[in-house]
């Protein structure tokens, strides 16, 4: 069963950046990773995804143009840029994987059933 583990979290001020990493136990096949935040009281949102079978990736609308989802598959790790952070990007960021289509990868979190334990993310001044 993989395992992964997110870092990279913590404060930073509005406007500023911050990289997030995925760390896998391996990587067998094709896998599809999500990035979600999740506050309190609200399901896990999608941030952004890849699909490695591809290498195609997809935002969320909020997140266009401020985030960039890359890979070391030599570290078994994706990461999740983040640039002109805004309050309300704070949260708990968490990654999923998952096998998916040729080219799939969904901001829904169901359907992703390996997790990460999350790491925190808090954008304040």
């Known amino acids: 069963q993989v395992q992964l583990v997110e870092s990279g979290g913590g404060l930073v001020e509005p406007g500023g950046s911050l990289t997030l990493s995925c760390t896998a136990s391996e990587f067998t096949g094709y896998y599809s990773i999500g990035w979600f935040r999740q506050v309190p009281g609200k399901e896990r949102e999608g941030v952004g995804c890849f699909s490695a079978s591809d290498g195609s990736s997809f935002y969320a609308e909020s997140m266009k143009g401020r985030a960039t989802i890359s890979t070391d598959w030599a570290a078994n790790t994706v990461y999740l840029q983040m640039n002109n952070l805004k309050p309300d990007d704070t949260g708990v960021y968490f990654c999923?994987?998952?096998?998916?289509?040729?080219?799939?990868?969904?901001?829904?979190?169901?359907?992703?059933?390996?997790w990460g334990q999350g790491t925190e993310v808090t954008v304040s001044s």
């Open positions: 999923g994987a998952a096998h998916f289509d040729y080219g799939v990868c969904w901001l829904q979190h169901t359907g992703y059933d390996i």
